[in-house]
Every structure is written in structure tokens, then in C-alpha cells.
């Protein structure tokens, strides 16, 4: 059982660049999200998905868009990235309040 | 809008003895409260819910959490704790109506002495 996967685990980007971070569960859950984990800043939720072709703005959603297509991805874009963006992102995924299931993360650097 | 409090940054604890991590929450309600290990390089695995009932949970690892309603508290705690509990615990909660999206403290970063 695969869970939640995420794909790249590493990236390096120049700044104005642009690039899409993949989420993939298959658990068949209806909610997805992602967040970005910065250091003593805990994890702030960017965006969010609650069911397969519609998403929702987190708390740290500038910068960012997402599209769920299918129930089972979500995608995360930065169409220009900035250094502010260099952190960890994880993408999780839930069945209605039940805790979260996580990727493993994608750690990037924008320089 | 919900808050969560974890105000140990880092904390250390020599093999075998007791632990307790502090949580605190701001929210009108009865939230849901989770408790989530990091270990580095490794993604969030959650070691315990609590959202209604006892309010004494058990989670994996041998960790256990109280539910604290007049102190606004969810804390982690474990009779004895292993060299291999050394990670970053993060507290988090949720409310109905929400699309379960969680908020997270900023976490406590556990390190353990032999």
C-alpha cells in the first residue's frame, strides 16, 4: 500500500523558473492538501482540495496554484519561483477528519 | 480561527525516563486533536487522535494524550521513553465544517540521552 506519494523528493530551481510538484494517494480519499513546513514555523496549509475538480485557498496560497483533475492527484505549481519559496512541501491526503496521511515530502531550493 | 500552542521548542529526556510534550489550543469548541511524529527526512505518521469519548488516548509507539477541556490542553506523554523516540512532535487541530484542514504548532523537537 503506497499511501500518499510525492514526486520530486529534491529540486533546485532559479528564481523566475517555474515547476509542478505531483501528489498522488490511493486510498481513495476525498481531501487533499498541501502544505509547506518551515523551520520553527510549523507546517501552513497553502491549498486544499475536497473532492476532484475543485480547490480551495489555505492560509499561504500566494505564489501557488493547484488543480485536481483526477480524485487521486493533486498538483502544486509555482509558475515563478522565489527564493522565499526554498522549503519543504508535503502533501497529505484525508478521509473526512480522520487524521492525515503524508508524503514524504519534496524538499526545493530556489537560489 | 483555531490556534495550537506548542511552547517547548526542544525538550531532552534520558532513555527511560518519562516524557510529556505540552499542547494548548484555542478554539470555541470541542476540536480534534491529533498528534503527529516527524523523524528527519521523513514525513508527518500521526500517533494518536482524539475526537470525542474518552479523553484519555492511547496511540502507537506506547504514547498516550489527555484531553483537558478547562485547560484548553492535549498533552503527549510516555512512561519510558527509547532512544528511537529522538524526532520533532507536532500538535494539531481541527474543526467540523472545515474540509478537515488542520492547524499545526510549530512543534517540539524531542532529543534523547543515553
Known amino acids: 500500500n503506497a499511501g500518499v506519494t510525492q514526486t520530486p523528493k529534491f529540486r533546485v530551481l532559479k528564481t523566475g523558473q517555474s515547476m509542478t510538484l505531483l501528489c498522488a494517494q490511493d486510498?481513495?480519499?476525498?481531501?487533499m492538501y498541501w502544505y509547506r513546513q518551515d523551520p520553527g514555523m510549523g507546517l501552513r496549509l497553502i491549498h486544499y482540495?475536497?473532492?476532484?475538480?475543485?480547490?480551495a485557498k489555505g492560509e499561504v496560497p500566494d505564489g501557488y496554484n493547484v488543480s485536481r483533475l483526477k480524485k487521486q492527484n493533486f498538483l502544486l505549481g509555482l509558475e515563478s519561483a522565489a527564493p522565499s519559496q526554498t522549503s519543504v512541501y508535503f502533501c497529505?491526503?484525508?478521509?473526512?477528519?480522520?487524521?492525515?496521511?503524508f508524503g514524504s515530502g519534496t524538499r526545493l531550493t530556489v537560489v | 480561527a483555531q490556534s495550537v500552542t506548542q511552547p517547548d521548542i526542544h525538550i531532552t529526556v534520558s532513555e527511560g525516563a518519562s516524557l510529556e510534550l505540552r499542547c494548548n489550543y484555542s478554539?470555541?469548541?470541542?476540536?480534534?486533536l491529533f498528534w503527529y511524529v516527524q523523524s528527519p527526512g521523513q514525513g508527518l505518521q500521526l500517533l494518536l487522535k482524539?475526537?470525542?469519548?474518552?479523553?484519555l488516548v492511547q496511540g502507537i509507539k506506547g504514547f498516550e494524550a489527555e484531553f483537558k477541556r478547562s485547560q484548553s490542553s492535549f498533552n503527549l506523554r510516555k512512561p519510558s521513553v527509547h532512544w528511537s523516540d529522538a524526532a520533532e512532535y507536532f500538535c494539531?487541530?481541527?474543526?467540523?465544517?472545515?474540509?478537515?484542514?488542520?492547524?499545526f504548532g510549530t512543534g517540539t523537537r524531542l532529543q534523547v540521552t543515553l
Open positions: 497529505a491526503s484525508s478521509d473526512r477528519s480522520r487524521g492525515y496521511t
Open positions: 486510498m481513495n480519499h476525498e481531501y
Open positions: 482540495s475536497v473532492g476532484e475538480g475543485t480547490t
Open positions: 478554539y470555541g469548541a470541542t476540536p480534534y
Open positions: 482524539y475526537f470525542s469519548g474518552d479523553t
Open positions: 494539531a487541530v481541527g474543526v467540523t465544517g472545515t474540509a478537515s484542514k488542520l492547524t
